[in-house]
């Protein structure tokens, strides 16, 4: 299973489902010209192999009072597997840490926070982020505005 290749029906599947994941299983074998049951069995293949990692619903961040998007660039202090291992370890336990990357280049780590407001995006650098171990520098860049947000990766 771990050589499995994507078939063209496989990535009609995949596409569909990015746009719409409440599709029922019928919906999608008519839209893909493929009975039911195989319609079915490639998907829970797609779903054990991994492939499908998840369902989720899309939400607005503004009408759920998260309407602050600020990507917070961090370099290290050290850069050892200890210091590195710590730093994830802690970041990855703040919700409001919505996207976190392992980067090159003059900082070592990307962040994408929501806050409702500065205030507390304030609250959360101060009394949380920068309390963390090992942090030697940081940027803050506030996004003035959203022009793509896509989690569609298949075309």
């Given at each position: 299973m771990?050589?499995?290749?994507?078939?063209e029906?496989?990535?009609?599947?995949?596409?569909?489902?990015?746009k719409d994941?409440?599709?029922?299983?019928?919906?999608?074998?008519?839209?893909?010209?493929?009975?039911?049951?195989?319609?079915?069995?490639?998907?829970?293949?797609?779903?054990?192999?991994g492939?499908?990692k998840?369902?989720?619903?899309?939400?607005?961040?503004?009408?759920?009072?998260?309407?602050?998007?600020?990507?917070?660039?961090?370099?290290?202090?050290?850069?050892?597997?200890?210091?590195?291992?710590k730093?994830?370890?802690e970041?990855?336990?703040?919700?409001e840490?919505?996207?976190?990357y392992?980067?090159?280049?003059?900082f070592?780590?990307?962040?994408?926070i929501?806050a409702?407001?500065?205030d507390?995006?304030?609250?959360?650098?101060?009394?949380?982020?920068?309390?963390?171990e090992?942090i030697?520098?940081?940027?803050?860049?506030?996004?003035?505005n959203?022009i793509?947000e896509s989690s569609?990766?298949?075309?």
């Amino acid at each position: 299973m771990e050589n499995y290749t994507l078939d063209e029906k496989d990535l009609a599947i995949l596409r569909l489902l990015q746009k719409d994941a409440k599709l029922s299983v019928r919906d999608l074998s008519g839209r893909i010209n493929l009975s039911s049951t195989p319609t079915h069995e490639r998907i829970k293949r797609m779903e054990k192999l991994g492939i499908i990692k998840g369902y989720t619903a899309v939400l607005d961040r503004k009408k759920v009072d998260k309407g602050m998007m600020v990507i917070c660039m961090i370099a290290l202090n050290a850069h050892n597997k200890k210091t590195a291992s710590k730093f994830i370890e802690e970041v990855s336990k703040l919700n409001e840490v919505v996207e976190f990357y392992n980067i090159s280049g003059d900082f070592d780590f990307m962040l994408k926070i929501l806050a409702p407001n500065m205030d507390v995006f304030h609250d959360f650098f101060v009394n949380q982020l920068s309390e963390i171990e090992g942090i030697g520098q940081t940027k803050s860049i506030f996004v003035m505005n959203s022009i793509k947000e896509s989690s569609q990766i298949i075309y």
